[in-house]
């Protein structure tokens, strides 16, 4: 399974970014699948996870109200939609898909990763 990450960039405090990732290969061994995060200096944390039939979802309390995470499984892509972004939300931001049906906020219960999109916000 190959993941692509996109969307990330440089945004205002207050502003909003779209974040993608379009999953390849053989993804019919997919099931849940994540976002993370890692700022400099920091481990990588959990930001937001999605089931494969997109019908749960969780989210990091740090993110929650403000991050909303969907996707599509006709282009097996999921999305982050990023809205109210502050400054502490700048970090390099990561896909992940896992196999297991069973939802996890640890990056170790994910096998598979995406190269990571940097999102700078800016106060």
């Known amino acids: 399974v190959q993941l692509q990450a996109s969307g990330g960039g440089l945004v205002q405090a207050g502003g909003s970014l779209r974040l993608s990732c379009a999953a390849s290969g053989r993804t019919m061994i997919v099931d849940y699948m994540g976002w993370f995060r890692q700022a400099p200096g920091k481990e990588r944390e959990f930001v937001a996870a999605?089931?494969?039939?997109?019908?749960?979802?969780y989210y990091a309390d740090s993110v929650k109200g403000r991050f909303t995470i969907s996707k599509d499984n006709a282009k097996m892509t999921v999305y982050v939609q990023m809205n109210s972004l502050r400054p502490e939300d700048t970090a390099v931001y990561y896909c992940?898909?896992?196999?297991?049906?069973?939802?996890?906020?640890?990056?170790?219960?994910?096998?598979?990763w995406g190269q990571g999109t940097l999102v700078t916000v800016s106060s």
């Open positions: 992940a898909a896992s196999g297991s049906p069973v939802y996890s906020d640890r990056p170790e219960r994910y096998r598979y």
């Open positions: 999605i089931s494969a039939s997109g019908g749960r979802t």
